[in-house]
Structures are given as structure tokens and as C-alpha cells.
T-cell receptor, first 115, second 114 residues
Framework: KQEVTQIPAALSVPEGENLVLNCSFT??????LQWFRQDPGKGLTSLLL?????REQTSGRLNASLDKSSGRSTLYIAASQPGDSATYLC??????????????FGTGTQLKVEL | NAGVTQTPKFRVLKTGQSMTLLCAQD?????MYWYRQDPGMGLRLIHY???????AKGEVPDGYNVSRLKKQNFLLGLESAAPSQTSVYFC?????????????FGQGTRLTVV
């Protein structure tokens, strides 16, 4: 059974700092990995999707990397801002077998960026 | 473009009552999913559908039923609600294969069973 772990569970940084969020998974037979952002009481917003054949994806100040062989992904946030404060979730989907692109989630890293 | 829309957003039920949560997507996605989110446990898959008229069980299906009569809608039913079903429910949809298998989520339904 796939298990996804995110460390740390919570992180507080001053504004402007670059930071890295970590995600690890136990089964390397994945189809893709997706990073989400969740604001309190809200839904999930997709940030980046990395296909298993890719090493990284970038969107603005965000960069996600994937090392499938070691079962790890990182989300790098450059020049953090208070508006980045949220919970960040990573999720992996298994190699497609016609059974749906089902996601297994980590429990998230709660990020607070302070002024 | 509304994306994924869930109805209702909040609901309080008494133990034993029934209700249906509605999910609608306007992205022509084949795949749809229902997840629940509980503190400290992350999101867990309840049921999913790979196309109109098909449904399948996920990780935590007990106590729930689903139907996908139309491609754009996915309904989650609770026949006899229990306090253990107090949770936040999220619907999601995606394309099945190819480059863009990104999952899109609704805003959630916060359900309390008393």
C-alpha cells in the first residue's frame, strides 16, 4: 500500500526566505505526483503536476522536483510572502491500469510566512 | 468556467438521517472521485468513477453509495448517517490518461453528524 509522508508538519519562516517542503512515498511505481495548496476552510488548488518521466516542473516562484527512484519530491518556494501561508499537500497516483487516476495524499505541511 | 462545484457547502445531520452530496464538473472529465478529509489523516478516497454509468470502491467506501448517471455529475449518498461520517468531503475530476491528468477539486462540503 502506498504511503505518503510530508515533513515537516508545520513550518514558520520570515518573509522573503526561500524554503523547501518535502514529500516522500513508499512505492516508486507512480504515474504522476501533484502538489496542492489548501487555505483554511477551502478546497484544494493544484500547484504543479510532475509526470513520472519528468524531473521537475516550475510555475512562477514554485519549483517541484521528483526523484522517483528514491521516492522523494520537493517543493521549493522562492522569496516567500505572507500570501503563501497555507497547507501544502502532495499526492501521488499509481501507474494507470484503467482503474482511475486515484491519488494517495500526504497529511500536509502547514506553512506560515511572517512579516 | 466553474470547474468542480459541490452542493451543499455545509450540512448538519442527525444520526440515521440520509442525504446526497452533488458534484458537478464542466471540464468534460471522464474520471470523478469522492474523498473525505479528517484531521491528521489526510484525504482518503471513498469511491470513484471512470465513466458515465460506472463506479468503484476506494479506500473507505463503507456507509456510502455513489451514482454517475451523467458524465458531468457524481453523487455521493449517505443512507444512514453516523457520527463517524463527520468530515469534509471533496469531489475531484480529471482526464484519464495523457499529459494532462491533473486533478481538480471542488470547494468541499463540511458535514457534521450529531
Amino acid at each position: 500500500k502506498q504511503e505518503v509522508t510530508q515533513i515537516p508538519a508545520a513550518l514558520s519562516v520570515p518573509e522573503g526566505e526561500n524554503l523547501v517542503l518535502n514529500c516522500s512515498f513508499t512505492d516508486s511505481a507512480i504515474y504522476n505526483l501533484q502538489w496542492f495548496r489548501q487555505d483554511p476552510g477551502k478546497g484544494l488548488t493544484s500547484l504543479l503536476l510532475i509526470q513520472s518521466s519528468q524531473r521537475e516542473q516550475t510555475s512562477g516562484r514554485l519549483n517541484a522536483s521528483l526523484d522517483k527512484s528514491s521516492g522523494r519530491s520537493t517543493l521549493y518556494i522562492a522569496a516567500s510572502q505572507p500570501g503563501d501561508s497555507a497547507t501544502y499537500l502532495c499526492a501521488v497516483s499509481p501507474i494507470l491500469t484503467g482503474g482511475g487516476n486515484k491519488l494517495t495524499f500526504g497529511t500536509g505541511t502547514q506553512l506560515k510566512v511572517e512579516l | 468556467n466553474a470547474g468542480v462545484t459541490q452542493t451543499p457547502k455545509f450540512r448538519v445531520l442527525k444520526t440515521g438521517q440520509s442525504m446526497t452530496l452533488l458534484c458537478a464538473q464542466d471540464m468534460n472529465h471522464e474520471y470523478m472521485y469522492w474523498y473525505r478529509q479528517d484531521p491528521g489523516m489526510g484525504l482518503r478516497l471513498i469511491h470513484y468513477s471512470v465513466g458515465e454509468g460506472t463506479t468503484a470502491k476506494g479506500e473507505v467506501p463503507d456507509g456510502y453509495n455513489v451514482s454517475r448517471l451523467k458524465k458531468q455529475n457524481f453523487l455521493l449518498g449517505l443512507e444512514s448517517a453516523a457520527p463517524s461520517q463527520t468530515s469534509v468531503y471533496f469531489c475531484a475530476s480529471s482526464f484519464p490518461t495523457g499529459v494532462n491528468t491533473e486533478a481538480f477539486f471542488g470547494q468541499g462540503t463540511r458535514l457534521t453528524v450529531v
